[in-house]
């Protein structure tokens, strides 16, 4: 009897240090393997509320996370940012100047997460349902001083070496010759392929695909919904034992409120928080995966009452909401640049950026 109290006194003296060890975050000691990044583009804190009171008042999943926050969202040179200074500083934990991908004001390349995690072999991901060349997941993998070079941005995520890439639209990845919209005569498919990723164009040939890197280049009328290519990413990220970074955007909440189409906007919502309820599924079953999700910015000037007051984006804060180990530093009043600091630290990838 004496030793099984003295067994469980110790069992207990253990269980009080692991604790105090979680709750108390050492620096430079990883808490997660891994990290998802969901990121509503345009999705301010009122069209959250307003998808909320569209499906009855039941909070959203990604609103039943533990712990949420408040980001900043200016740019270097506005106070209003567009997606590529804010999807810049989301990637790289810097400020840039509006309509810059992945590099600084003066033109200096800056470092992204994902390349973070992919030098440390982590494996890699970027989902969205704009192309793959849009600002947002442009800023994650490819470095320009305009978003419009859209020729040089595709091939730079064509050559990035992310092994799951999955967007819309193939035509700047296609040579004028063979239908696209390419001058160079360059067929990145081809490309693609030769280096080893099995590339698809249509949701049921991304159903069907067996290999572990893979491109989509979809399609509207026949494309997966981003909870399908959340679903298919980490079926294939989630075998590396190391970890991995993925990236996901919902581009069409920001569409549809430059258009003030606030129902359509508001489905928009409901179909990004379909991909957090998977990307909340995987993270509960595996115990060490970060799950964020946030915006780039605000767009609309939307009211409670429903009402657009702009065609264009608004300073308004975001909200940044959390689930999973370390979570918590996700909370308070941040800026957009703490977001891959913070991941970055959580996951182990050093002091980011350099
Ligand atoms: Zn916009």
Redesign the pocket.
């Known amino acids: 009897m004496r030793l099984r109290g003295t067994r469980l006194a110790c069992i207990l003296l253990c269980a009080g240090l692991l604790c105090v060890a979680c709750a108390v975050p050492v620096s430079g000691e990883k808490a997660a393997d891994s990290a998802i990044l969901l990121i509503g ?2 999705m301010g804190p009122l069209q959250i509320h307003l998808a909320r009171k569209a499906s009855g008042g039941e909070p959203l999943a990604m609103e039943r996370t533990p712990f949420s926050g408040t980001l900043t969202t200016h740019s270097a040179d506005s106070d209003v940012t ?2 590529a200074a804010a999807g810049t500083a989301l990637a790289t934990g810097r400020k840039t100047n509006n309509g810059m991908v992945g590099v600084a004001p003066d033109g200096r390349h800056l470092e992204t997460i994902l390349e973070r995690a992919r030098a440390a072999g982590r494996s890699t991901g970027i989902i969205t349902t704009d192309a793959l060349h849009g600002a947002t997941p442009a800023s994650f993998a490819a470095h320009v001083e305009s978003r419009g070079e859209r020729e040089k941005i595709a091939a730079q995520i064509a050559a990035s070496g992310v092994d799951v890439m999955l967007g819309f639209w193939k035509g700047w990845f296609l040579p004028k010759s063979a239908g696209g919209e390419r001058e160079d005569g360059r067929d990145l498919v081809a490309e693609m392929r030769g280096a080893g990723y099995e590339v698809v164009f249509t949701g049921d040939e991304l159903r069907q695909a067996k290999g572990n890197r893979i491109v989509g280049l979809f399609e509207d009328d026949t494309g997966p919904t981003p909870a399908e290519m959340v679903s298919a990413a980490l079926a294939r990220l989630g075998k590396n034992p190391k970890g991995f970074f993925l990236v996901v955007e919902e581009a069409r909440i ?2 549809e ?2 258009d003030h189409k606030l129902e359509a906007a508001i489905e928009r919502v409901g179909l990004l928080d379909a991909a957090v309820v998977t990307a909340l599924d995987f993270a509960r079953d595996d115990g060490s995966t970060l799950v964020v999700v946030t915006a780039d ?1 605000e ?1 609309g000037g939307l009211t409670p009452e429903g009402k657009f007051t702009t065609g ?2 608004t300073d308004t804060p975001v909200r940044v909401l959390a689930f999973g180990p370390r979570a918590q530093r996700f909370t308070g009043q941040i800026d957009n640049t703490d977001v891959p600091r913070r991941i970055a630290e959580v996951v182990g990838l050093g002091s980011f950026p350099e």
């Open positions: 583009d345009g567009d997606s920001d569409w409120c430059h910015h767009t264009g984006h």
